[in-house]
């Protein structure tokens, strides 16, 4: 039924003539110009219909033209083309599936636990932030059913991040899975009821970066494969008899894979702890003595990967019960590492002039920020005229470019600045390292989302979050670091770069 307040009137447009049209008189003229649009294809802002004294307008109050049934109007205008129905139907968010959905939202997708597998998924989302070690599995060329376990579980880790790149929705790994435990069996233990073991996060995150590396090819930009290149550095290990100050000290280089951070009463800190770890006492047989001996074991590193990985001693074989125990103690870390502070004087010399210009060009990026904040909240109107601010980051930049040591800058998949900013957490929650639940937690790309990889289930999660995960209680707590690389812009001309 039509509202109370409607009367039927005709239009004549074009030499057609349309009857019996409702008019509602307690809608503005514009309502009336949308029906008449709807009849004769004329856009309301190209019509002319006419009134006593003038013509329809958009709030034209209807009531006030004295119309009554059966009016007649006239009506000017040439039709448009009637607008297309769109190419792609307007799909609405209730409407989706959950992958429709992720893949619309660009939300990651997750990895199914098929039993006490948690350490196996926060290990893997842990490692997709590398896009280096993702680009070389890709040109793997193997298949999975070679004689060669190792080989298999690379071509399988091939295809697991094939299938979470294409996926809305949580992927099932059995396949990797299956792979995984043929090359480790320890990863293939089961209860006395059949129900799959917890396993040690730590340790599948070791073998998988060890297989790896003996599987991979070289990449593009060196004669290492990625892992050499970009997430190993290199140790310069001193040995000093401490019941001998006259023996010659030996000095040594090896590579590590990651660096420890040893959590005793004394550390708070990341940097805390790895220091700790670098120096050690051990037990050994002197040559000069002819007898066992305490020596002082100190470590420096002397080159510094892209990627640093770092371990959270967290876990300490209890003998009494035959479990891995939990050191459950607070220790922070931060967004931004400076890992110079663990290197040889040799490598603090050449990062130590870098590390002052990417300061400065901190304080410059600062400064052009909160120039900016105030422009903006003063309503001060945007110049083509360059800042004072902008030229002070244009100026740091290029000083942070001459300030890098060449042969650092040459040596492709090292850190030529020292400094690092965190790309993943994965935590452990729980007493032992073979019960409770592990998860990952990932920065997205070089935006600052962080998600949260609890097996099939992601969420994108905040920075304070990331913080919440020190320890000192029955939380998640931190047990693997990764930081990469911090990379910088540096201007060159007209084009910029990273470095």
């Not at 599995?137 to 190792?150: I, R």
């Not at 996926?167 to 089961?190: D, E, K, T």
């Not at 730590?202 to 494969?225: D, M």
């Not at 310069?236 to 280089?253: G, H, Q």
Request: with cysteine.
């Amino acid at each position: 039924m039509p509202p109370a307040n409607t009367i039927k009137v005709s239009v004549k447009w074009s030499g057609k003539k349309f009857d019996d049209i409702e008019l509602n008189l307690d809608e503005p003229g514009l309502v009336f110009k949308a029906q008449l649009f709807a009849l004769t294809g004329v856009a309301p802002e190209r019509q002319k219909t006419m009134i006593k004294g003038g013509t329809l307008k958009d709030d034209t109050d209807m009531n006030k033209l004295g119309l009554k049934t059966g009016h007649s109007f006239m009506m000017m205008g040439t039709a448009g083309e009637l607008p297309k129905a769109p190419e792609k139907t307007t799909v609405f968010a209730e409407d989706m599936t959950e992958a429709t959905l992720n893949k619309a939202m660009d939300i990651p997708v997750g990895l199914m636990n098929l039993g006490n597998t948690c350490y196996m998924n926060a290990t893997l989302q842990c490692l997709r932030v590398v896009p280096e070690l993702i680009e070389d599995l890709q040109k793997y060329n193997g298949g999975t059913e070679n004689l060669d376990s190792g080989s298999n579980m690379t071509a399988s880790l091939r295809d697991l991040y094939r299938q979470l790149n294409a996926s809305g929705h949580g992927v099932m790994p059995a396949a990797f899975l299956n792979h995984l435990r043929r090359a480790f069996p320890q990863f293939s233990q089961q209860g006395r009821d059949g129900v799959w073991m917890q396993q040690d996060a730590e340790e599948c995150w070791s073998q998988l970066i060890s297989t790896l590396k003996a599987k991979l090819r070289p990449h593009a930009e060196g004669k290492q494969n990625v892992i050499s290149q970009f997430m190993q550095g290199e140790f310069t290990t001193t040995l000093k008899c401490d019941d001998a100050p006259e023996e010659e000290a030996t000095v040594n280089k090896e590579p590590f894979s990651k660096l420890d951070c040893h959590i005793s009463i004394n550390v708070n800190y990341i940097h805390n702890g790895i220091l700790e770890s670098l120096d050690q006492k051990i037990e050994k047989n002197s040559p000069t003595l002819g007898r066992s001996a305490m020596y002082t074991k100190s470590q420096r590193i002397s080159r510094l990967p892209a990627y640093l990985t770092v371990n959270f001693v967290r876990f300490f074989w209890k003998p009494t019960e035959q479990v891995k125990a939990k050191i459950l103690r607070k220790v922070k870390f931060p967004f931004e590492l400076d890992a110079s502070q663990f290197c040889t004087s040799e490598l603090q010399a050449k990062l130590s002039n870098t590390k002052v210009k990417l300061r400065e060009l901190d304080n410059a990026d600062t400064a052009l920020k909160r120039r900016k904040r105030l422009d903006k909240e003063t309503g001060r109107m945007e110049t083509d005229e360059i800042s004072e601010e902008q030229k002070a980051v244009e100026a740091a930049q290029v000083a942070l470019e001459e300030s890098l040591d060449p042969e650092l800058v040459q040596d492709v998949g090292s850190n030529p600045s020292g400094q690092y900013e965190l790309a993943a957490v994965l935590t452990h929650i729980g007493r032992t390292a073979d019960s409770g639940h592990y998860i990952g937690w990932a920065k997205k790309g070089d935006t600052d989302e962080w998600y949260k990889y609890d097996d099939d289930k992601v969420s994108p999660v905040s920075k304070d979050d990331i913080l919440k995960l020190d320890g000192g209680g029955d939380f998640h707590v931190a047990y693997l670091a990764l930081y990469r690389a911090r990379s910088f812009k540096v201007k060159k001309g007209e084009e910029t770069e990273k470095v």
